[in-house]
């Protein structure tokens, strides 16, 4: 799998690798190397990652949300982290959070940390971003009401998308970043049993490795 130094899309990626047992590498590119060749011309046009290389199929797929179907749909065939296809309501369910992930709580915060960083003085950027992101943490606080997991009773890689991006929220948001305890209750409360999971803590440390240092 192609990474990058910081930055959670990779490592949602990683968290179905490690709740399937399915071995994977990681290869980190500087920022800077993935907006040329040989980057854009053997990996990803787009300048991003992640990308899958899969030597076991020969596959080669950018973008993260693909990559975690192609994923469940190669490796996950005990649906341990997903729904089968003839479980249409549960499958259906697992997409919808995905996409709420990938399309704004992704989204959301990476456009707040970059015009913190690059345009402070855009409060309505800041804003519209800030409650963007708060938004989405609305949502799964509703969605989490009488539940435990947000899909058929279990974790499923709808609820494990979104924990890279939470583990980073308080670094984007800064002394803005908002009490999950006191604020959204549920969430905290799935969040954390989340972050106990051994996949959780193996991402987390492998991640790690690859911050640079400062």
């Not at 729904?83 to 369910?93: E, I, K, M």
């Not at 609305?138 to 979104?162: I, M, P, R």
């Not at 999971?197 to 690859?210: N, Q, Y």
């Given at each position: 799998?192609?990474?990058?130094?910081?930055?959670?899309?990779?490592?949602?990626?990683?968290?179905?690798?490690?709740?399937?047992?399915?071995?994977?590498?990681?290869?980190?590119?500087?920022?800077?190397?993935?907006?040329?060749?040989?980057?854009?011309t053997t990996l990803n046009p787009?300048?991003?990652?992640?990308?899958?290389?899969?030597?076991?199929?020969?596959?080669?797929?950018?973008?993260?949300?693909?990559?975690?179907?192609?994923?469940?749909?190669?490796?996950?065939?005990?649906?341990?982290?997903?729904?089968?296809?003839?479980?249409?309501?549960?499958?259906?369910?697992?997409?919808?959070?995905?996409?709420?992930?990938?399309?704004?709580?992704?989204?959301?915060?990476?456009?707040?940390?970059?015009?913190?960083?690059?345009?402070?003085?855009?409060?309505?950027?800041k804003k519209r971003f800030f409650?963007?992101?708060?938004?989405?943490?609305?949502?799964?606080?509703?969605?989490?009401?009488?539940?435990?997991?947000?899909?058929?009773?279990?974790?499923?890689?709808?609820?494990?998308?979104?924990?890279?991006?939470?583990?980073?929220?308080?670094?984007?948001?800064?002394?803005?970043?908002?009490?999950?305890?006191?604020?959204?209750?549920?969430?905290?409360?799935w969040y954390e049993k989340l972050?106990?999971?051994?996949?959780?803590?193996?991402?987390?440390?492998?991640?790690?490795?690859?911050?640079?240092?400062?």
């Amino acid at each position: 799998m192609q990474s990058k130094p910081i930055g959670p899309n990779p490592w949602k990626v990683a968290l179905i690798f490690e709740e399937l047992s399915v071995p994977y590498t990681v290869k980190v590119w500087d920022t800077q190397d993935q907006k040329k060749p040989p980057f854009t011309t053997t990996l990803n046009p787009n300048g991003l990652t992640p990308v899958l290389e899969d030597p076991n199929t020969g596959v080669k797929i950018y973008e993260s949300g693909a990559i975690i179907d192609y994923v469940l749909f190669t490796y996950d065939k005990e649906y341990k982290v997903s729904f089968p296809v003839s479980d249409a309501q549960n499958r259906g369910l697992m997409m919808q959070f995905s996409f709420l992930q990938a399309t704004m709580q992704g989204p959301a915060l990476s456009n707040h940390f970059y015009f913190v960083r690059t345009d402070p003085s855009n409060s309505v950027a800041k804003k519209r971003f800030f409650d963007q992101s708060m938004t989405v943490l609305s949502v799964l606080e509703s969605e989490l009401q009488g539940k435990e997991y947000l899909v058929g009773g279990k974790c499923s890689a709808a609820d494990l998308v979104f924990v890279p991006y939470l583990q980073s929220m308080s670094r984007i948001l800064g002394e803005d970043s908002p009490d999950l305890a006191e604020k959204y209750p549920l969430v905290n409360t799935w969040y954390e049993k989340l972050l106990t999971r051994e996949s959780v803590k193996a991402v987390g440390e492998e991640r790690a490795k690859h911050v640079p240092k400062v």
